[in-house]
């Protein structure tokens, strides 16, 4: 059996890569055919890529330390986000009337895209602290709007029976609210670090500073490198997927009991 | 029937109070703050009849933006549930493309659509551009929401119909495709709401005068802060009305699955 799965999984690896070199033959197909200044081969950007790397970029900023900057963001913004969103959408949902009676402020403020922030964040905040809020605005929502829904989702039975046994408040929300409601906590916090991470880009056109992987690519956009461009792109988009798997994996490991109590 | 009446009446009044709560306390901080960068809801209320009234620096009034953007946005929702709802019924149907191609497919789902700006500024034209950008926020929502419906639905309902003899074509149109619409509905929901918080990133490619991105980018370059509140303001409150009318139509069109859920 387990020697079945092995083999459907290197399958599956196998399709993978042929599908990847098929779509990077049809991208060199498509570079023949347009033969623009600004349509890089594949070639070219694995070479702007190995610059960056080796060498840095034109202000000699290496790709390792764009990705660290940024990272380094992320985290800030994401880590406010946990720290207000969890334990204000645990309140909030314990306390349904609190939501209901300030929608008028919180869901508005929701659609506003965090790009939109960024002309108050200048004239605002300074330093570190842009990149943080913008990044917390992104994050924010999906973790707070997250866990106060899957407080209101726990199975009313469960909160009921140790009610009637007499149970306290204070040993509902420990013993059955917290437990019940923190594998769609980390869900939402799955969710919110991958919009964190795809508020980079707006976090970084603040300016100022040198270094960050949306700074490389605005940079780069100024000097009209497509193959430069691609190699930021394409780095943002594999951390993002790996960012996001490793989160499923922890996931998956935590609440193992998860899968074994449903029934 | 009287109760949920006097209930509804409460909400509102709470919710107009902690509103009439959040417009003094930003007047004392306004006060307190008495820098220029930091408008009060006094100067944003009179920026607001300006903008109704005269327009902007150019006279364009701000339902003229609205307009431009809402066209903007709903092109590219509409592209992108054209490609994606039928992409995600077909890549749900058949897994195994899924599975063969995720390596292309999810790395792109974390790129955000502002790092695909200089992409679309060199590669397309004109309202394309707009369509773009707006498209690949709200694409991979809808598709990857699709997606895993299909993939969910309930296999007792599939198996029953082919043991009595069900050809595929039914199983697909009477079956699956009706089990995962109200989850394609939700999928739409979340994407019309994400592209039209896009609606900035895509209107900071510029060229064009007209759009509610482009009021704040404006405004923010003159340093009116007064009008960039105004435009953030107008784009929250219409995202959150898009949200709230999709939300009653999807619960009027839905209406028979409260109702038929068991578990």
Known sequence: MEEKINREKYKTLGYNVLTLFLFLAIWTLAYWLIKSPFFPSPLMVFNAFLELLIHGDIEDVKLGMHIQQSLWRIFGGFTAACILGIPLGLLMGLYGRVYDSTKVLIEPIRFIPPVAWIPLVIVLLVGYFRFVFIIWLGAFFPIFIGTLLSVRGVNPLHIEVPKSFGASRFYIIRNIVLPSVLPEVLTSMRVGLGIAWECIMAAEMIGGERVGIGIMILKYAQLIRMDAIIVGIIVIGIIGFGLNEIFIFVEKRIFRWKEVVSI | ?263
């Open chain 2, 1 to 263: 029937m009287g109760s949920n009446y006097v209930e509804r009446v409460k909400v509102f009044s709470y919710n107009l109070i902690s509103l009439t709560l959040f417009i003094i306390l930003w007047f004392w901080v306004a006060r307190w703050q008495a820098s220029p960068f930091f408008a009060s809801p006094a100067e944003i209320a009179q920026g607001f009849m300006q903008m109704v009234t005269v327009g902007d620096e150019e006279g364009i009034t701000i339902f003229m933006h609205l307009w431009q953007s809402i066209i903007r946005v709903f092109s590219g929702f509409g592209a992108a549930c054209v490609l994606g709802i039928p992409g995600g019924l077909v890549l749900g149907l058949f897994p195994f493309i899924y599975n063969r191609t995720r390596i292309i497919i999810e790395p792109v789902r974390f790129i955000s659509p502002i790092a695909w700006i200089p992409v679309a500024i060199v590669l397309l034209v004109g309202f394309t551009r707009y369509v773009f950008v707006i498209w690949v926020a709200s694409f991979f929502p809808i598709f990857i929401t699709t997606l895993w419906s299909v993939r969910n639905v309930n296999l007792i309902h599939i198996n029953v119909a082919r043991v009595a003899g069900a050809s595929r074509w039914f199983v697909i149109t009477r079956i699956i495709v009706p089990a995962t619409l109200p989850y394609i509905a939700g999928g739409m929901r979340v994407s019309l709401g994400i592209s039209w918080m896009c609606i900035v990133a895509a209107e900071m490619i510029g060229g064009e005068m007209v759009g509610i991105g482009r009021l704040i980018l404006k405004s923010s370059m003159m340093h009116r802060m007064d009008l960039v509140v105004v435009g953030m303001l107008t784009i929250g409150i219409l995202g959150y009305c898009l949200n709230e009318i999709f939300i009653r139509v999807e619960k009027r069109i839905f209406r028979w699955r409260a109702a038929v859920s068991i578990d």
